[in-house]
Each structure stands twice: as structure tokens, then as C-alpha cells.
């Protein structure tokens, strides 16, 4: 507690020097215009007006102040979108300058923000990876020729959910989908199960991805302060970086095995990601080394396991609370693919309700409610305010999905919404955005919509659903709890029924 107050004093120290400093420029739009927001107390700003759901208090917030909202979070100014309108703006007429990220304290460990496609400015070190994941990954035809893999990974999860059914025990959806989709992932980049994997530091790839995420989704004092980063006050840098290392110890296994088993091989034909990327390094080492792929596995895993398995937990909830929908999209399902039918990622196109469905999910519970925050390169103008120079943007995705202007009915879960809509989550409709929208879009957007929708059509056309304790759907708990991802409060627990 000492140790606090010592730091809220030398922050308060710093953060006086700072506003003085900053109040007294001057902008290329003269006076200061700052967005409404807010009146901040000195030093913390308006950090206390976050609460524990940072996302909830500020569409709160945005009804008092609008759609877009200035506050200072510790030393950063922030800006806070609300509506689609101002995100677009935002994403597609300042694009550019607005696309370069605010680092978090947690993710500077063994410089991973300095070559990281998730923290790197958008200048031309990222434009290269993103190229490279989008021509040796993501591409139509790369995913096309990975999906066998996927295929397996979802039967194996059927075939574990059957042995559930025969014992009649309880599964838990986000942790069974965790899994799957880690494996589902690790197979098509390595040719591996990794959520097996044991090192040999006997500790589950499961957990050490899982601790990453965590440590980097803590309230972190340093991301408010960042002259503190220096003595990484809550330790979370320091935990951070014992995950990272014995996760890198177990990709640089993984690499050096497959560095060997290529010298013997007569062909340097890739057959899954890390063939690709080692082809492309040896080509070019200079733009892809060793050392900047294994931090490219790690942006992936970081960014793609949680979000995507939270949202098929997300599906299935939100299916067994509205037990009606459930029945109706497994009718869709049994209908175009028979019961026990076989579901292939080349199925999606012929379930426009299962595609509503996860829209609906998503625009309910992005799994990133604020994207990953932006950070204002040069001044802008929007909607008449000034967003200055290094201000850091928070567009709240979630305010939007729930936006009664936008939405009828916004709380319910009415995947009808989407039946004869155009609307869709690829960043060109900026009321749903949950996958963001312009240059920073998720690049792995095309990887992730197949896998919900391969685990989601499986688990509902074999099996039928029940919650655990023979809970009532109605008295469902549908609380989320905030993080780097935004997870359902109460784990899932269903019980299948063979059908
Ligand atoms: C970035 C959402 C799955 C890799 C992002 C962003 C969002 C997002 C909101 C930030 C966009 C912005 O800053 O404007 C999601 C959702 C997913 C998902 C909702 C699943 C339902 C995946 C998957 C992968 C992936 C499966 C890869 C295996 C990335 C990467 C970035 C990113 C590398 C950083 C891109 C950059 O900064 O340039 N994602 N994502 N994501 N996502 Fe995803």
C-alpha cells in the first residue's frame, strides 16, 4: 500500500509537469478543440470513471458527452468513438493517421513491440508482414488447402464431445473450443497438436498463451504513466516475459526440428506455415528472420485463439438462452447436411443462419470492445474536434453493436436481424465492425470465420443441447467479464444429447 501511494506521488509529480507542458501548446488548428468529455480530477484523470467494465462505463459515458468523447486515462488523452458514423471517419478518412498503435507495458518484453505486426507502426516493416501472413496464410486458396487439418481437429472435438454424451458428463464450451481452435491454429501452422504439447518445462502450451493474455489484459498503472515503465510497478512485464521465454523455447524447438528434417528432404515444398515462412527466409533474410517469425507465431496465437474460441462460446450461450434460435439453426444444419452430416468449410455458404448467427454474436460480444487502441500519428480533425497528435483511440465497438439509434432491439439476441441484410463484418459496414475496419483490420478475419463456423456447425448438428444442473435458460448468467478478451462471467457448462 506504501508502495502505492509512493507511486501515486511521483506520478502526481510527473503527470503536473506534463499538463503544464502540454496546456500550454498550441495545435495547427488553434485553440485546443477537444471533444467533449469528462472533467478530469488532477494526476489519475478519469480513470476511476472506468470501473471494472471499462467498455459499459464509456457507452455510458458517450450518451452524456456523444460519439466522440475525450478523456485522460493517467498522462493519455484519449478519444473515445462511439457512433459508426464518427467510426468511419475515423478508420477510412483518417485511416493513415490514426493506424499506428498505443504500446502496452506488458507486450515490451524482449523488444516484441519493435518487430510485432500488432504493435509496430504502419509503416513499411509492418506493411511487409502483413503481406506475408495475407500471401502465405490467410489467402483464400492457402486456407482451401489447410482445411483438412482443421477438419480433423473439429472431429476429434466431436468425437470427444460423444464420449460426453456416453458418460453423460458436463462439458465446458470455452475451455473444449480454447482447445480445438489452439490445435486447429497449431496444425495449420507447425503439423502439430500443441495443446498437448509438453515441454520440457511440463507446463501446457494451453496455460503459457493463456498467462500471456492475461498479464498483458491487467489494469497495468504504467499504460497510465508511461515515464513508470521503467520499474514495471506491478511486476506484470517481468510475468509476461517468463511466459514468452518458455514459449519461444518451444517454438525454437519446433523450428530447429524442422531446420533439420528440410536438410534431408529433397523437395522445399511447404506444407504448412513455418515451411512457408522458411522458405521465404532463406530467400530473404533480411526481411524475415528467425527471430521475427517467432515472434509472429506469437502474435497470432495471442491475438487469434482467445477471440475466436470466445465467440463460439459466446454463439453457444447465447443459443441456449434463446432456445427457439438453437432449434433453428439446427434445423438449418440437419437440413442442407443431414444429421450425422460431415460439415466442410465449403458448407458455410449454404447456412445464411448460421452466418446471422455469429454476425449476431459478434455484434453482442466483440471479443475486443475498443479494437486494439489506435494511436493519432499527426493531428486530425474530426467531426469539427481536434484529436491531437499521439492521443490514443478507443473505438467502442461494443456502444456501437448496442446502439438503439442503430439497432432495434439491441439487447436481444435476433440473429433474423441479419437474414435480408447486406451487413458484414468485413470493415466496410462500420455499425459492425468487431473485427475493426482500414489498414489494421484483423488480418485473420478469413481464418477465424471458418473455424466458428466449422466448430459451431458441428457441435450443433450432432448433438442436442442442455445446461448443466438443469438450469433454466432464463436464469442464465449472461455477464461479461473485461480483459484483452471479453469473456462470458460464468463458464458455459452444456450437456450433449446424442441426436
Ligand atoms: C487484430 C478481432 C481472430 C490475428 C485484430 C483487431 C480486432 C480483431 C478487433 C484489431 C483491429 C484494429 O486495431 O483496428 C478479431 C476477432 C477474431 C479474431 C473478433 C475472432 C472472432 C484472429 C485470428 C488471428 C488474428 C484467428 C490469427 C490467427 C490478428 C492480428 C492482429 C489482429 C495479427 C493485429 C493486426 C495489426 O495490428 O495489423 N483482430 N480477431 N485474429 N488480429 Fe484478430
Known sequence: MDYMLLLLGLSFVLACIHFLTKSLGATKFGPVNLPPGPRPFPVIGNIL?????PHQALAELSKTYGPIMSLKLGSITTIVISSPHVAKEALQKHDQALSSRTILDGVQFQDHHKVSMVWLPALAPWRNLRKVCATQMFAAQRLDATQAVRQKKVQEVVDYVHENCTSGSVVDIGQTAFTTVMNSVSNTFFSIDLAHYQSDLSQNFNDLVYGVMEEIGKPNIANYFPILRSIDPQGIRKCTTTYVEKIFYIFDGIIDERIQARETMMSKE?????????NLAEENS????????????????VAGIDTTSSTIEWAMAELLHNPEKLTKAQTELRQVLGKDGLVQEFDIKKL???????????RLHPPAPFLVPHKAETEVEICSYLVPKTAQI???????????????NPNSFMPERFIESEIDVKGRDFELIPFGAGRRICPGLPLAQRMVYLM??????????????DMKPEDMDMTEKFGLTLHKSEPLLAVPIKV
Open 49 to 53: 470513471e472506468l470501473g471494472n467494465k
Open 270 to 278: 511447404s506444407k504448412d506455415l513455418l515451411d512457408s515462412l522458411l
Open 286 to 301: 533480411s526481411e524475415l528472420s528467425l527471430a521475427v517469425i517467432k515472434h509472429l507465431f506469437l502474435d497470432l496465437f
Open 352 to 362: 445464411p443462419y448460421l452466418q446471422a448467427v455469429m454476425k449476431e454474436t459478434l
Open 394 to 408: 478507443l473505438v467502442n465497438v461494443w456502444a456501437m453493436g448496442r446502439d438503439s439509434s442503430v439497432w432495434q
Open 456 to 469: 459451431l456447425a458441428s457441435l450443433l448438428c450432432t448433438f442436442d443441447w442442455k445446461l448443466a444442473n
